[in-house]
């Protein structure tokens, strides 16, 4: 139903690599009591790793921190002018992607050599968390663009955010009031975790609940698997922290959010809007339980609340700023399912592809999306004269398509 006529060839601008493009409108938001309803497979854990202060990616748990309640009125601006931030970079799948190696050397190992390649061919799509957050939720976003690129290697389509060089300046020379807020939820986290399973934090010179300075560089990743649909997921993404212990399964999993205090039905309208984002990508990593901490506008923590992921959509089921993540699921099936079919086709001759293209897709708010192969210096511009095969780094490539 949310098609606009499929397959429109446009301009050549070589003779190599004639550029097509795509466009798919977003689904009407009013009702999906027509639509057929999209299975989502429950995500399981493939393993974990963590990112230490030198952003150094490592499989252990360095990085793995515990839930517990923060302190009454925790303040948020505490520790702003120690906060080591990383810098803004182009957001690149090299991290998940040494992931998915070890999970296929893993596989090798255990099942037979080959195990490993076989398991790859059958994945869709590999992709971090934000990125199909953003996918699913287009339906519903007012507000923000966002780019893409893709890349099909033996039927597996790789996606990463496509941010410009000035985007990135612009996402770093943040306004100091921006600064300060992106920091809130930061901060929210150090009162929120210990480095110790229940004992809250207690630093010398600090005070106590305090987890520790803000260093945005250190992460704990998860990457599951999971099903949508007809397609095969492999998805990467943050976990704040676990409650209890983590035993290797994504069940003890808490997102944390920070979110204005609800002083009236504007706010709370504005609340349930926001809740989307706050499941999907929650939903997305196979994350049970997500933490809002409600705050003062000056920052302190006045109430936190406790929510079921699973719970959430039943919650604003019916309300005026209601959705619904079956229009979600079911664009996210239909967007993959038109990536797929493009990508393992050439869109001009319909043969096979042999060489890989570079994809651009350009989410309009409000519209739909578009699905264009780059020209050559589209294809520059992504590559950034590293050590790639397109976005790819040329180690994984070669991994891929062997
Ligand atoms: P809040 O979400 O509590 O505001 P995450 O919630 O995904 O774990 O991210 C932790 C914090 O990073 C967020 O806390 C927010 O401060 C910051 N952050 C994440 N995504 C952001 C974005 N797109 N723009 C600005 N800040 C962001
Ligand atoms: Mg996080
Ligand atoms: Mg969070």
Redesign the pocket.
């Known amino acids: 139903p949310h098609d606009r006529p499929a397959k429109r060839p446009e301009t050549e601008s070589s003779r190599d690599s004639p550029v097509s493009t795509t466009s798919l409108t977003y689904p009407s938001l009013h009702s999906s009591t027509s639509l057929r309803p999209v299975p989502f497979q429950q995500p399981t854990g493939l393993l974990t790793f963590s990112y230490t202060p030198k952003r150094v990616l490592e499989f252990t748990h360095s990085a793995l921190r515990y839930y517990i309640d923060p302190p009454p009125g925790a303040d948020l601006r505490y520790g702003y002018e120690r906060w080591i931030k990383r810098p803004e970079e182009k957001s690149r799948l090299d991290g998940l992607l040494r992931a998915i190696e070890r999970v296929m050397e893993k596989a090798d190992t255990s099942m037979g050599t080959g195990t490993g390649q076989k398991w790859l061919r059958d994945m869709s799509v590999i992709t971090w968390r934000g990125v199909m957050t953003k996918i699913l939720t287009a339906p519903y976003e007012e507000r923000d663009g966002c780019e893409l690129n893709a890349m099909c290697i033996n039927g597996t389509i790789y996606l990463e955010e496509h941010h410009t060089d000035a985007r990135l300046a612009e996402k770093e020379d943040l306004a100091p009031r921006q600064r300060q ?6 901060s ?2 150090s009162w929120c975790t210990s480095s110790k399973p229940g004992i809250p934090e207690r630093i010398a010179g600090q005070p106590i609940g305090w987890g520790g300075d803000v260093d945005t560089n250190v992460q704990w990743c998860s990457v599951i698997k999971t099903k949508l649909g007809d397609n095969r997921l492999v998805i990467g993404g ?1 976990v ?1 922290c676990v409650r209890g212990d983590y035993k290797g399964r994504t069940d003890t999993f808490v ?5 204005m205090s609800i002083r009236g039905p504007e706010d709370e309208a504005r609340f349930e809007k926001k809740l989307l984002k706050f499941y999907m ?1 929650s939903f997305l990593l196979g994350v049970p339980e997500i933490v809002v ?1 409600f705050r003062t506008p000056a920052g302190r923590i006045t109430t936190t609340q406790s929510f079921k992921t699973i719970e959430i959509p039943r919650m604003v089921r019916g309300k005026p700023s209601a959705w619904d993540p079956q229009i979600c699921l079911n664009w996210g099936q239909h967007f993959l399912s038109t990536l797929k079919s493009m990508f393992t086709k050439d869109a001009i001759s319909d043969q096979p592809v042999t060489t890989p293209r570079i994809w651009r897709i350009t989410f309009k708010p409000k519209e739909g999306v578009t699905i264009t192969s780059l020209d050559a210096d589209g294809v520059k511009e992504v590559q950034g004269g590293e050590d790639r095969v397109g976005f790819l780094p040329k180690w994984y490539y070669d991994l891929a398509s062997a």
């Open positions: 807020q992106t920091y809130y939820g930061y929210f986290e943050e704040d997102e944390l959010k920070t979110s990508q901490g």
